[in-house]
């Protein structure tokens, strides 16, 4: 189990190179974070295969393609849309979609952000045994 790093979120990426001590308290935390590598199981989750990616298009990529688009829209064009899916009745839909896709890309999230988080960890080892001084751009 990964301990400290995944909770905790950085205001800059630290940087493993450069001469500014700026953030060598946070290389300094990162490289002592102790984590063990995960037992994959056969009947746990995994992330989709190629095909499995192409099948889960509609609706988790469709709805986040919507998701943005609906960003960009003023609450009187929302109303109005909202309004037009009212009568074909997809509102209910749309909303459930979006909030399920929501759920699945938050999966995802968390396991980018361990992955990064172990990743700066190795680094931050590197960067101190090789007594570089790290920096943020």
């Not at 800059?12 to 935390?29: C, H, L, Q, V, Y």
């Not at 749309?94 to 172990?118: D, Y």
Request: a negative charge; aromatic letters at 8%.
């Amino acid at each position: 189990m990964f301990v400290g790093a995944e909770k905790r979120r950085f205001k800059r990426r630290p940087k493993m190179t450069g001469s500014s001590s700026d953030n060598s308290a946070d290389i300094e935390f990162l490289a002592g974070c102790q984590f063990g590598a995960w037992r994959h199981d056969e009947k746990e989750w995994a992330p989709p295969t190629n095909l499995e990616w192409a099948q889960l298009a509609n609706p988790h990529l469709v709805m986040a393609r919507v998701a943005w688009l609906t960003m960009y829209k003023s609450k009187s064009e929302l109303v109005e849309m909202v309004s037009g899916m009212e009568d074909a009745n997809i509102a209910e839909s749309t909303i459930e979609n979006i909030a399920g896709s929501a759920e699945f890309f938050e999966g995802f999230a968390a396991l980018l952000r361990g992955a990064e988080a172990r990743l700066l960890s190795a680094a931050s080892v590197l960067a101190l045994s090789a007594e570089t001084k790290p920096t943020i751009d």
